[in-house]
């Protein structure tokens, strides 16, 4: 069993940065995949970034690539959302969650556990 707990989400204006953190329990969240999502207000749960379980491999939806940088630390149990150049449609709940796979992949159906959430508000 593993728990997610996200940190570092608030208001920011466009144009401005954040680092939403996620601190992970259990020894083994250093062979699971992690990944980042976001819902917004009447849609459906996206994808945002994903990271191997050894930082190898990264992948980003085509909104936030240029803009986010995904991370972790493994000798921390935490993975690391760094967001630049937010705009106001960024502005969603964002959740990590961890793939027992450990191969980092964009489908939520295929992680096996979620934080709670925090909330990202950007305003224009």
Not at 49 to 73: E, L, P, Q
């Amino acid at each position: 069993q593993v728990q997610l707990v996200e940190s570092g989400g608030g208001l920011v204006q466009a144009g401005g940065s954040l680092r939403l953190s996620c601190a992970a329990s259990g020894r083994t969240f250093r062979s699971y995949a992690m990944g980042w999502f976001r819902q917004a207000p009447g849609k459906e749960r996206e994808f945002v970034a994903a990271i191997s379980w050894n930082g190898g491999s990264t992948h980003y939806a085509d909104s936030v690539k240029g803009r986010f940088t995904i991370s972790r630390d493994n000798a921390k149990n935490t993975v690391y959302l760094q967001m630049n150049s937010l705009k106001p449609e960024d502005t969603a709940v964002y959740y990590c969650a961890a793939d027992r796979s450990s191969i980092a992949t964009m489908t939520p159906s295929n992680y096996d556990y979620w934080g709670q959430g925090t909330q990202v508000t950007v305003s224009s």
